[in-house]
C-alpha cells in the first residue's frame, strides 16, 4: 500500500486536549472512589510525571490503617504513543507500603531481607484488588465489570474507559551496591484472579520512551503511531501477523531501532521505510530485543519471535512511500 507524506503526518499527530482532559477525568474519577476505602490525596493533587504526556499520577494514603497508594495512568495514553483506534486508558492503583522484591543472589554482595532490614508480612483473606473491586462498585455501580487482571469502569461522554490495575509495588535491587532500601527500579507486581503474577514496569517505559523521543528529535513516538496505524490497516487488510501484535509491541519494537535511524531525515515517510529496512535487515536479533521499559525481554519464546519475524516479513511488503507528495 501506498503512503504519502501527509497521510503520515495524520498518523503520526498526538491526542487532543480533549482526550487529555478525559483521561485526566478517568483518574481523577478513580481517586474520589478510593476516599470509600478511607485514603485521602497528599497536597499535591493529580500532577504530570512529564511535559507533554498524560502520565497523571497522585498519592493517597489512609491514615487510620498506614496504607500508601499511587494512583497513575500507564500505557499508550501516559506514553503518549495512543492513537484514535485506542479508546481504553490503564490505570494503576499500586499499594506502596507492602511490596515484592527482586535481590541480587549471585556475587560477592548477594542480597536479602535481612540487607534492607525487611520483613515477611502474611497474607489478608480479602485482596486488595478484592477491596478495590468493592470500592469501585460503590461509586460506579453497573458501569464496573472486572477482569482477570483488571476492573473496567465504563467511560461517558466526560471520561474514557478505565482499565484500572490493583498492584502492589515491585522493587528491582539488583543494581543497588548502595544498600539503601530507596534504590530501586519501580515496578509492579499484578496478581490476577487466575494464574501467575505478573511483574511490569510501566513508569520506567514512561521514562525510558521520554528520553528516547528527546534524543530522536521527537521522531520517536511519530514513528510509533505510524507502526500503529498501519498495522490496524494490514489487520483490516486480513494479516494474521497484524492481529497478533498489540499496542505496547509495537510500541516496543519501535524502541529498539537505534536512534539515528529517526534522525536520518525528517521526512515521516522515509524514517519508516529504514525502520522497516532495520527490522528486516536484523530480524535474527530480535530474539534479543527488549520492551520499552528496557528492562524485560520483548519475547517469552520461540512462539513469540517467530510471530514478530512474520509481522516483519508482511510490513516489508505492506509499505509502499509515494515519492511525490
Known sequence: ????????????????DT???????????VRNSMAN?????????????????SSYQTFMKNNESGEKIKIFLQG?????????????VDVAIV????????????????????TFGFYNVPQKPITFK?????????????????????????GNSYRKNADTVPANRYRNYRGNYSNDPEDYVGGIIIKPDHGTSIINYPEQHIRMGRQKNIATNHFYKKQVRIMKSIKNLMT??????????????????????PDNIFTKYDQLRFVFDDIVIYLTDHADNVANFKEANGIKRLCNDENQVTDYLNFISDLKSFYEFEIGD
Open 1 to 16: 500500500m501506498n503512503f504519502t507524506e501527509k497521510k503520515l503526518k495524520s498518523f503520526s499527530m498526538p491526542l487532543s
Open 19 to 29: 482526550e487529555d482532559q478525559k483521561c485526566k477525568h478517568a483518574i481523577q474519577e
Open 37 to 53: 476505602l478511607g485514603f485521602e490525596e497528599s497536597s499535591n493533587g493529580i500532577t504530570r510525571v512529564f511535559d507533554n504526556t
Open 236 to 257: 483490516d487488510e486480513g494479516y494474521a501477523s497484524a492481529q497478533k501484535m498489540s499496542s505496547f509491541g509495537l510500541e516496543s519494537l519501535t524502541w529498539n531501532i
Open 130 to 154: 478484592d477491596r478495590v473491586d468493592t470500592c469501585l462498585r460503590a461509586s460506579f455501580h453497573e458501569q464496573v465489570i472486572r477482569h482477570n487482571k483488571s476492573i473496567r469502569v465504563l
Open 76 to 88: 499508550s495514553y501516559a506514553n503518549n504513543t495512543n492513537i484514535k483506534a485506542e479508546s481504553d
Open 95 to 114: 499499594r506502596e507500603e507492602i511490596f515484592n522484591t527482586l535481590f541480587r543472589s549471585e556475587g560477592i554482595y548477594p542480597q536479602n531481607n535481612e
